[in-house]
């Protein structure tokens, strides 16, 4: 089993004027995978993602990070910003693919923003910020998760095998 955190960027949740729906549904769709250590709400500010990314990777060597919420296009949806900022190595396929899955929805997913990436040996993952959202994104990424973190921990061999 890995170890997983879970943070919602919201200026409302942090405040305490929304319930934060999209962290707990991610908490729930990842627990067949991962056992979520951590669960944070945060505010929409830069700095503070940043440092919450990398006290999460770093420190508390968390195996995965899945964020939601700060992904669209409001003048404080900052998520994909803090994510470039502390990744080493980016994984665009996974935006990707939660962007076309997501397009069968709705065409607002193309305004998704969100990235995924890796530092050190944490794989961060941005998901929009409503539950309907985290649900389509997480349905996609779930089946290659496994494998992603295997290969990440150095405890399989190539993705390219067949």
């Known amino acids: 089993m890995y170890r997983a955190a879970v943070v919602t960027v919201s200026d409302r949740a942090s405040r305490g004027e929304r319930r934060d729906e999209s962290g ?54 900052n998520t994909p910003e803090a994510t470039l900022a502390v990744v080493e190595r980016e994984a665009p396929g996974l935006a990707e693919a939660m962007r076309v899955a997501g397009l069968k929805e709705t065409p607002r997913a193309m305004l998704s923003r969100a990235v995924a990436g890796i530092r050190q040996n944490t794989l961060i993952i941005n998901l929009p910020g409503s539950p309907k959202a985290v649900r389509a994104g997480l ?24």
């Not at 250590?37 to 505010?43: A, C, N």
């Not at 420190?59 to 939601?68: C, D, G, P, Q, S």
């Not at 349905?139 to 067949?162: D, Y």
């Open 24 to 77: 707990r549904t991610a908490g729930e769709m990842l627990s067949g995978i991962a056992t979520v250590e951590e669960y944070r709400v945060i505010p929409d500010d830069m700095e503070q993602i940043i440092e919450t990314l990398v006290d999460l990777s770093d420190r508390k060597r968390v195996h995965l990070v899945i964020t939601t919420g700060g992904t669209g296009f409001g003048p404080r949806d």
């Open 139 to 162: 349905s996609v990424l779930l089946p290659v998760l496994p494998h992603a973190l295997e290969v990440l921990a150095g405890r399989a061999g190539e993705c390219g095998r067949e």
